[in-house]
């Protein structure tokens, strides 16, 4: 099991761009996630899915687009990047709700310049 | 929501020596505590969990512990080996919710 695999591992954006981040998990989890990562920030949730077909922001979605087609994949998407969306991106995925353990992939530096 | 609150943001002890960290929680509807070590370049895997049902739990040099009066939680490292140098979060969900709350981190530092 390859368990949660994020693609690309760095991309540099300039302001204005679009871009897509890819999210695969193989361990058949039904709920996924988008987290941030930013200095003295911890991880703060920008969208999740809790199965295929549906999907809810988290506490900074403003400027994220999520789509879950398929229980494996949730990508990012970022329709017009902004220099405030300079971060490391994570995503996770849980078997279930609630209190269960993430499985977070490699994260994706992104820097919009 | 929920609002998880984390210290130090930074922390250096000796090799061998004891390291705490402590997190405090907003809502009283949370019920489950998990710790999480992100090492350099990684994402950041589960180390412990705790539930609100039970007050302390311990894995070989690993403990947290749980007041829920209170709404604080703890790691506790002991005989800290240079290998645990990481950011450690703590987070916290409610079984109804989907969602995990983290704090801030904490930058362990073991100087050999």
């Known amino acids: 099991n390859a368990g949660v695999t994020q693609t690309p591992k760095f991309q540099v954006l300039k302001t204005g761009q679009s871009m897509t981040l890819q999210c695969a998990q193989d361990m058949n989890h039904e709920y996924m996630s988008w987290y941030r990562q930013d200095p003295g920030m911890g991880l703060r949730l920008i969208h999740y899915s809790v199965g295929a077909g549906i999907t809810d922001q988290g506490e900074v979605p403003n400027g994220y687009n999520v789509s879950r087609s398929t229980t494996e994949d949730f990508p990012l998407r970022l329709l017009s990047a902004a220099p405030s969306q300079t971060s490391v991106y994570f995503c996770a995925s849980m078997w279930g709700r609630g209190n269960t353990e993430a499985f977070f992939g490699q994260g994706t530096r992104l820097t919009v310049v | 929501g929920e609002n998880v609150e984390q210290h130090p943001s930074t922390l250096s002890v000796q090799e061998g020596d004891s390291a705490v960290i402590k997190c405090t929680y907003s809502?009283?509807?949370?019920?489950?505590f998990p710790w999480y070590k992100q090492e350099l370049g990684k994402g950041p895997q589960l180390i412990i969990d705790?539930?609100?049902?039970?007050g302390e739990k311990k894995d070989q040099r690993i403990a947290v512990t749980l007041n829920k009066t209170a709404k604080h939680f703890s790691l506790h490292i002991t005989e800290t080996q240079p290998e645990d140098s990481a950011v450690y979060f703590c987070?916290?969900?409610?079984?109804?919710?989907?969602?995990?709350?983290f704090g801030t981190g904490t930058r362990l530092t073991v100087i050999p």
């Open positions: 987070a916290a969900s409610n079984t109804g919710a989907n969602n995990l709350f």
């Open positions: 705790i539930r609100s049902n039970v």
């Open positions: 809502d009283s509807a949370s019920n489950y």
